[in-house]
């Protein structure tokens, strides 16, 4: 670790992988949920299960990018943070708030809980992803606000780099999009419309340049390939994310009550969206292949290829797959949507947290550069179970959301959606067993966290 | 990519480029706003719709159905439910009231909300509205 204050990223990425857990264990009473109707109802209905699967989902994504830049910020601007301490407060009030919206979603009802968080002042809730109180809004708005206040601080009494600036200009998109969440107007057209302008230029837009930064930093450090190229690559990968993505956002806009021109346009530019996913990997197995020293870290280069290749299969592949508006015309709101969420999640924004904790926990804890041969080789198999048991959620999900849009959509007697449901029952029951590998291997993460021995060493 | 093509090259493409497609995007995004009167059904808002959206927020309706195909995906879309359950209100009314607090052994059951009366009403009324909305022909079927 070069700088002290790097070492706040570590309680960040210590709760990412905590709630990480608690995600995985609700996304495992879903799908049983699917195929057990009545498991855990009344006390725990599915809409409040799936908030709970969600919300975790964001705020851990949200604590290992915060993390990530906490740790890569200080390196990149070759100074340290602005204020450590005003991080770690951060962090406590952003665990604390977020662990008591959970709680709240499982202890009283929704309608309860919208109450008494005082909804009706500025209603906000209800709504898919930002389920959560208006105050709990609020004050991740302030969380987010601080925090880049500290690194923007940071990047500018330090050095500027093109990381720095792509990571900083996410972030700030980031909250600034965030702000469309407190828009909610009764027309659920322009509800809808402006919804998607959180949800999808987040995870189609800003994020991307997050995940981009954090990827680049990754590689120079692991690979010792010249930073100029590096960062000449994050351009074009970052320009083509942002080009397809905007007016990508018109693949939201086919059904929804927005004029019929969107299919055009949606159609188009999503089409094109691929591109800078395709281009993540060629990029990461480039420099790895044209590495200039052999990093000790193995299982971190695993996870920076790995989330390449899966944020392309998943967000590229399965985004694909359903883009264009005749196809989306059968397939919209279908279990083909579910396939593709899980698998672009996973391949874009959960491995690439993985792969920077990964880079950057031996050193938060202490070591050189790398864990042990051992640990890493766990680490590795977590990858994998981890990886293949996504694959296959994905392909059962996949196979139910073909036939479900065959029965209930394209057939000459359409079937309703409940008959349907049940007559597709064995795929969810499969999802279900591939969901368990993957608990397994996020144990097997853990689990290698534990193991000690002798640091490995650069073998060059 | 090396030879010709420099870092400044690539950096000038990704803000020309970005800047360049946010403007066309608001540009397309003022005109929607434009168009949308004519299709989103506004005329059918009224106090009793208001009342119904908030129903359906406050009670995390998304959290299993979906509308106009925005959700999740465990319940049924409810976009059309109101043609779907014979253009009557009655028929929503009387679907979410009979929900059993306890469910159905073994399947899945929509939970008992105990709305009001003027709550079931406000939320059928929404529900109504929407189906109103012109959605492009969407979904391909009354099965939603």
Redo the contacts between chains.
């Keep these: 670790m070069q700088y002290q204050s790097q070492a706040v990223a570590k309680p960040y990425f210590i709760a990412a992988i905590g709630l990480f857990v608690g995600q995985i264990l609700f996304g495992l009473i879903l799908g049983l ?2 195929v ?3 498991f855990l ?2 006390e725990i ?4 299960a ?2 709970v699967h969600t919300n975790l989902l964001i705020v851990w994504l949200l604590f290992g990018f915060m993390g990530a830049t906490y740790y890569l910020i200080p390196e990149e601007s070759e100074t340290e943070l602005h204020s450590p301490k005003l991080a770690l407060a951060l962090f406590w009030i952003f665990l604390v708030a977020g662990a008591l919206t959970v709680l709240g979603y499982l202890l009283v009802p ?2 309860t809980l ?2 008494i968080t005082g ?1 009706d002042l500025l ?1 906000t ?4 992803f930002l ?1 959560q109180p208006t105050i709990t809004k609020i004050g991740i708005v302030i969380v987010v606000l601080g925090f880049l206040f500290n690194v923007t601080m940071t990047v500018l009494k330090g050095r500027k780099t ?1 990381v720095s600036t792509i990571l900083l200009i996410g972030l700030w998109g980031l909250a600034i999009f965030f702000l469309f969440a407190f828009y ?1 107007p ?5 509800d ?2 402006f919804w998607w302008w959180v949800v999808h230029l987040w995870v189609e837009g800003v994020w991307e340049l997050i995940m981009a930064a954090i990827l680049a930093f990754i590689l120079i450090k692991t690979t010792g390939v010249d930073r ?2 590096i ?3 994050l ?2 990968i ?2 083509m994310t ?2 397809t993505g ?2 990508g ?2 693949h ?9 021109y ?2 055009w ?1 949606g159609s188009i530019f999503s089409a094109l969206e691929p591109i800078p996913f395709f281009m993540m990997v060629i990029f990461a197995f480039n420099m790895v292949n044209k590495r200039r020293r052999e990093h000790p870290n193995k299982a971190a280069v695993l996870w920076a290829m790995g989330t390449a290749v899966m944020a392309f299969l998943g967000a590229g592949v399965w985004g694909f797959m359903h883009t264009l508006s005749p196809v989306n ?2 397939t ?4 083909i ?2 396939a593709h969420g899980h698998m672009a999640f996973y391949g874009a924004y959960a491995m690439i947290v993985m792969a920077i904790i990964s880079y950057a926990m031996p050193m938060l804890r202490g070591r050189e550069a790398a864990n042990s041969e051992k640990s890493q080789i766990m680490e590795m198999w977590a990858f994998w179970l981890m990886t293949v048991g996504m694959v296959f959620i994905t392909l059962f999900l996949t196979g139910a959301g073909i036939l479900q849009t065959w029965l ?3 057939s000459d007697n ?5 008959v349907v ?1 049940d007559k597709i029952a064995l795929f969810y029951w499969m999802r279900e067993v591939a969901g368990v590998v993957f608990l397994i291997g996020l144990l097997v993460y853990i689990a290698s966290f534990f193991i000690g021995g002798e640091e490995k060493k650069a073998t060059a | 990519m090396s030879g010709g093509f420099t870092k400044a090259m690539a950096r000038n493409i990704f803000y020309g480029g970005s800047v360049f497609f946010i403007l066309v995007f608001l540009a397309l995004t003022f005109d929607t706003t434009t168009a949308l009167p004519k299709r989103d059904n506004r005329a059918a808002i009224n106090e009793t719709v208001t009342l119904g959206k908030k129903v359906w927020e406050d009670n995390n309706c998304i959290g299993c159905h979906t509308l106009l195909g925005e959700g999740a995906y465990f319940a049924p879309e409810l976009g059309n439910v109101y043609i779907r359950f014979g253009n009557s209100t009655e028929a929503i009314k009387g679907f979410i009231a009979g929900r059993p607090k306890d469910g159905i052994p073994g399947r899945r059951s929509m939970p008992q909300f105990n709305l009001s009366a003027e709550e079931l009403e406000a939320i059928a009324q929404f529900l109504k509205y929407t189906s109103e909305i012109n959605t492009e022909n969407w979904p391909p079927n009354i099965q939603g």
């Design positions: 949920q699917y057990v109707g009545d109802f009344p209905p599915f809409n409040v799936r908030m929704y309608a919208a109450e909804n209603p809730m209800g709504r898919e389920e093109v909610n009764t027309n659920l057209v322009l809808k419309v100029e190229i960062e000449k690559w351009y074009v970052i320009a942002l080009i905007i007016i956002t018109g939201h806009y086919y059904w929804i009550g927005t004029p019929g969107w299919q346009w015309y059968y919209h709101g279908s279990q949507t579910a209930q959509r394209v359409p079937e309703p959606f409940m449901q």
